[in-house]
């Protein structure tokens, strides 16, 4: 009596045993169509890229902090503008401000879930907001402190030049 074949074995390519073998949870999430679960899947870039824009737009509209974010991404660009930075300090600091959007959208798009799914006070649900909270403060603070580092010797510079004038 011959023995079933194994799952490896029924996935081998002409005898041979496969260069990667999924771990079945690994594979049920792999399984697993989006279309299946909501309503709104996008069907195309360009829908992908509307969808993008209205959460883009959603957070200016509604949330204070991002827009006092967006005046602070103009400042500091123009600054930077002024200051004639290279273009390494240039990628760093479009680095730093991009953390910071995304931490600022990541944390209202966990506040939105955990109010879908906790509409009633939870503790664990205050730690999820308070957590997310606390990861934008971090990519602030860290912004801060880089803006600093890049801005501050260039900017002092252009400072004395004008006053000794």
């Excluded at 169509?33 to 509307?50: A, C, F, G, N, Q």
């Excluded at 990861?135 to 603070?141: G, H, I, N, S, T």
């Excluded at 912004?143 to 004008?162: K, S, T």
Aim: net charge positive; proline share 7%; aromatic share 6%.
């Amino acid at each position: 009596m011959k023995a079933q074949p194994t799952e490896t074995e029924r996935r081998s390519v002409n005898g041979r045993r496969p260069i990667l073998v999924f771990h079945p949870d690994t594979l049920e999430t792999l399984n697993a169509r989006p279309e299946d679960y909501s309503p709104i899947v996008s069907t195309s870039r360009l829908k992908s890229l509307r969808y993008a824009l209205a959460g883009w737009l959603y957070m200016l509209r509604h949330q204070k902090n991002t827009r006092i974010q967006a005046v602070f991404s103009v400042a500091v660009m123009a600054l930077a503008l002024w200051l004639g930075l290279p273009p390494r300090d240039w990628a760093v600091l479009v680095i730093i401000i991009t953390m910071n959007w995304m931490a600022e959208f990541i944390n209202a798009a966990l506040e939105a879930a955990v109010n879908l799914a906790s509409p009633q006070l939870h503790p664990m649900a205050r730690v999820c907001k308070d957590v997310g909270a606390a990861a934008v403060l971090l990519a602030a603070v860290a912004a801060v402190l880089v803006g600093a580092f890049i801005l501050a010797p260039p900017l002092l510079e252009r400072l004395v030049l004008l006053l000794v004038r």
